[in-house]
């Protein structure tokens, strides 16, 4: 029922900019935090970037300076800003939501199918 569809990922030169969005539907009451993660081949899955319902946004050190994290609530849509980016940025990025679907219900953590990001040297 609540669907997180990603876009905007791909293949890019290191140095180069890419931007990710993630855009929520489904049967949504509110939507708090949204955020970016990031798992590369052997690794666990990081936080890259969160913000809140507010737009109070927080980064992973390895991306600060270079990652901008902005959200349209109208739209229930969270961008992801790469800039300078590194051939260690290479990953596949999900976004998630912390959201209410339902009155009177808890919030739950939704995910979305990630998005594949190349960085080539």
């Known amino acids: 029922q609540v669907q997180l569809v990603e876009s905007g990922g791909g293949l890019v030169q290191a140095g180069g900019s890419l931007r990710l969005s993630c855009a929520v539907s489904?049967?949504?009451?509110?939507?708090?935090?949204m955020g970016w993660y990031r798992q590369a081949p052997g690794k666990q899955r990081e936080l890259v970037a969160s913000?809140?319902?507010?737009?109070?946004?927080d980064y992973a050190d390895s991306v600060k300076g270079r990652f901008t994290i902005s959200r349209d609530n109208a739209k229930n849509t969270v961008y992801l800003q790469m800039n300078s980016l590194k051939p260690e940025d290479t990953a596949v990025y999900y976004c998630n939501a912390y959201l209410i679907n339902k009155w009177f219900s808890p919030a739950n953590t939704y995910w979305g199918q990630g998005t594949q990001i190349t960085v080539s040297s």
């Open positions: 913000i809140t319902s507010g737009g109070s946004a």
């Open positions: 489904g049967s949504i009451v509110s939507i708090n935090a």
